[in-house]
């Protein structure tokens, strides 16, 4: 059955089962992958987009937002908020069942994992220095790059010139990748509330071994800051492009 609320979610399912299964096979101890480091998780994360937005459209969801804060970014940009009840619940439980397949996927490696810290980065991110103000405007500004030229890709200026519906899907890819390598540095670029959220819960609810906890008190900031970042690029969406 394909529906959008499907689309959403097996496209987030997808997204966090490469995402996140890169930063496993980077950090896990015993990994073919381990350290391989920063240009190996972003690019697996670009690519995990690709993939993400491809299994989104062809399951159902023609936006593949993938994302609550896109989701809620052109929600603003439009006006219309129908498919905010629909399309975040359905990441939400997408990103979710990603973490679950992450941690089956790499089952034996937990345990020979002594640091309680690179398990929970698997799943969630976590800032380089913590410091509240500079962690929340990191998520706010990356975020902000993300819808703002998203929007800019298919917009009738740049998709008119002749970019196919085709190939935005992997500018969209290139993008993340770009945010990644140039702005990710600092909290690890969330940059989607469902991405982080998600597998933070899968964290904290599944019997991994040796785990610590669950980093609640830094989780608000890959939340807020996101949906913060995409309203503000909307009004700028909505006044230049």
Request: proline share 5%; glycine share 14%.
């Amino acid at each position: 059955m394909h529906t959008p609320f499907i689309g959403e979610l097996l496209g987030t399912m997808m997204l966090i089962i490469l995402g996140d299964g890169v930063v496993a096979g980077v950090l896990l101890q015993g990994s073919k992958a381990q350290n391989a480091g920063w240009v190996a998780i972003t690019a697996g994360w670009a690519f995990a987009v690709l993939a993400g937005v491809f299994v989104a459209t062809s399951t159902g969801s023609p936006d593949a937002h993938i994302n609550p804060a896109v989701t809620i970014g052109f929600a603003v940009v439009s006006g219309d908020y129908s498919k905010i009840a629909s399309y975040i619940p359905a990441q939400l439980i997408g990103a979710f069942l990603g973490g679950v397949i992450v941690w089956l996927q790499y089952l034996p490696h937990w345990a020979k994992t002594s640091d309680a810290g690179l398990k929970l980065a698997v799943f969630c991110t976590g800032p380089a220095i913590r410091n509240t103000g500079a962690n929340l405007l990191s998520e706010i500004i990356g975020t902000f790059v993300l819808v703002f030229v998203i929007a800019s890709i298919f917009s009738k200026a740049v998709a008119g010139a002749g970019i196919t519906p085709a190939i935005g899907p992997y500018m969209v890819a290139m993008l993340v990748w770009a945010i990644g390598l140039s702005l990710g540095g600092t909290t690890g670029y969330a940059i989607n509330p469902a991405r982080d959220l998600g597998p933070r819960i899968a964290h904290a609810v599944l019997p991994i071994a040796g785990k610590g906890g669950s980093d609640w008190g830094y989780s608000w900031i890959p939340v807020v800051g996101p949906i913060v970042g995409a309203i503000i690029a909307a009004f700028f969406i909505k006044a230049l492009i």
